[in-house]
């Protein structure tokens, strides 16, 4: 990735013009680097061998520091002239100027190119650029010494700690995500490190890991699907063991620094299959036993759409709004802002809030315990008690959050990418990043009403409402990469008014929906996921 990159040495006696005219003279992106910074090499990679759409700088969490970093980006910064109203990290000297911004890079530089300001010109151009408002991400150091110094004897002692340092152990720190769930970060991801370790001697690549967490979830719904407690039980583990190899493929991909689309999204997609197939495991093989499962069974794969759409909807739609910051004058010394409580929140509010949101670890954590305890009667009643608290309290804040946006709507085209119906395109709701949810529950909601009210079989409804609630998942990926599913696609697979009226036919005329089961699957598994793996490989051609 460094192929697009360009480094720019900073010094005492640097101007603003110079980098300007060297960012604004090439089509690459532009990697600022002070001469007293010093940082590890791993922590470097994070700004050169790291996938960056926007702006980056190198920060490291400190309290009272001159840096401020809110919601995942950098809000604001320091010079020898500006000061911040309150920061809560150090900006390290280095930082990665990006040609996808450079219309308001060199507007914001070219403005300030002469100012009278003191202080070094890689901090007063990351002044500049947070005080137009510009989307500056923060990429944090932790784990290793740095030092930003103008003194060269501290520098060369960092040197020498850090030559000290085990370049491999700290790849894999680094690799490590912090910011998971509870359960994934205190338990699941001490153990993922021994089989990223392990997958990076083999030389093994991240999708390769995804698919094997894929085979192991499918037998551990195999096993599940037995109903018998020792089944119940080898499916429980399994469950732990699939979850725990789906935490490395990420893992290698941030130490080996193979990044794709078609990774995240066949991550993301395999989870989805996995879990939807562990609950219908559990209710074949309850049906064994004489017990239908099967409506709470639908009814908690449905809560989880609905649940897992506006958690990635809410979570794009927040981060665009929170970007649109006011611009401040980069004339005025003092920024003017006021830190909140919440901003201040214990580690035991954070890791509280972050339970609260039931996750994919606690929520599998629940599922395999619960079966286990209680099998899968038990299953389907703890987790719909523990979900519906977790979405009660998730969307009190959500909702109160909502209420502070203006009225109107932004990336319109992520909404309208996942509504497989028509568009209101005169709506101006802030809500609008629950219209997807609502749509699939409201989809759902009729499938769960005719096993109610028919004595179809009911493990046939199950699975055609998860060939249905694949494609929405998959309509939702595409849209967060900025895309929307071909025309013909959509088409073939009917939209939501045309599904229901087909099923509504099929029974009205007692046809076996079997035939749509089928035709569905094979549609929204199959031909979709080539169609899109397909168009990724062009995409990458292209490149």
């Known amino acids: 990735m460094t192929g697009n990159l360009a480094t720019f040495d900073v010094h005492a006696g640097t101007k603003i013009a110079e980098i300007l005219a060297a960012f604004e003279s090439s089509n690459k992106d532009l990697l600022l680097v002070d001469e007293s910074s010093v940082v590890t090499q791993p922590h470097l990679e994070l700004l050169t061998d790291y996938p960056r759409t926007v702006t980056t700088a190198l920060v490291a ?24 109203g309150y920061g809560n990290h150090t900006f390290l000297g280095i930082i990665r100027l990006s040609q996808m911004q450079r219309a308001d890079i060199l507007e914001v530089l070219h403005k300030v190119k002469n100012t009278n ?26 784990g290793a010494p740095f030092i930003r110094s103008s003194d060269s004897a501290e520098r060369e002692a960092v040197k020498r700690e850090i030559g000290l340092l085990n370049d491999a152990r700290l790849r894999l720190k680094l690799a490590n995500r912090a910011n998971d769930g509870f359960f994934s970060v205190f338990f699941l991801r001490k153990f993922s490190k021994l089989f990223t370790w392990a997958a990076v001697r083999l030389k093994m690549t991240p999708n390769q890991v995804t698919l094997i967490s894929f085979a192991v979830g499918l037998y551990s719904a195999y096993q599940f699907s037995q109903g018998t407690f020792w089944s119940i039980f080898a499916g429980a583990l399994l469950l732990q063991l699939s979850i725990i190899i789906d935490c490395v493929d990420g893992e290698l991909a941030r130490y080996t620094r193979q990044f794709s689309q078609l990774g995240a999204w066949l991550d993301a997609i395999t989870d989805r299959i996995k879990e939807y197939l562990v609950f219908f495991a559990l209710a074949y093989g309850a049906a064994k036993d004489g017990r239908d499962l099967w409506i709470p069974a639908m009814g908690m794969m449905l809560f989880q759409t609905f649940r897992h759409i506006s958690d990635y909807n809410f979570a794009r739609i927040n981060k665009v709004r929170s970007s649109q910051l006011e611009p401040i004058d980069f004339e005025v010394k003092n920024d003017g802002y006021i830190s909140t409580e919440f901003e201040k929140k214990t580690r035991f509010e954070y890791w509280s809030k972050k339970a609260v949101q039931f996750p994919i670890g606690e929520r ?8 286990v305890i209680g099998g899968a009667a038990f299953t389907f009643t703890i987790m719909p ?3 519906f608290i977790s979405i009660a309290l998730v969307f009190r804040g959500r909702i109160r959050k909502t209420l502070t946006w203006p009225k109107r709507r932004v990336n319109k085209n992520l909404i309208d990418h996942q509504l497989d119906t028509f568009k209101n395109k005169k ?3 802030r809500y609008d990043w629950l219209q997807p949810s609502i749509l699939r529950l409201f989809e759902g909601a009729v499938f769960i009403a005719i096993a109610f009210t028919t004595d179809l079989d009911r493990s046939v409804l199950f699975l055609l409402l998860f060939a249905i609630l694949f494609n929405h998942y998959d309509n939702m990926y595409r849209a ?3 895309e ?17 009226l087909i099923v509504a036919a099929l029974l009205w005329l007692d046809i076996s929906l079997q035939p749509l089961l089928y035709y569905l699957s094979t549609l929204f598994f199959v031909v979709s996921s080539v169609q899109w793996i397909a168009s990724r490989k062009v995409v990458a051609e292209e490149r």
């Open 117 to 142: 300001h003191s202080g070094n010109a890689i901090d007063l151009v990351l002044v500049a650029l947070v005080r137009s408002a510009l989307n500056v991400a923060p990429a944090e150091v932790a």
């Open 480 to 482: 967060l990469q900025s």
């Open 484 to 500: 929307a599913k071909p025309k013909w696609l959509s088409i073939a697979g009917g939209f939501i008014a045309g599904r229901l």
């Open 385 to 387: 008690i523990l979900a």
């Open 61 to 84: 969490k400190t309290k009272n520091g001159l840096t401020r970093v809110t919601q995942g980006r950098i809000t604001g910064a320091s010079s020898n002239f500006h000061e911040v």
């Open 364 to 371: 599998w954590l629940v599922i395999s315990a619960s079966s």
């Open 427 to 429: 709506s101006e709701s």
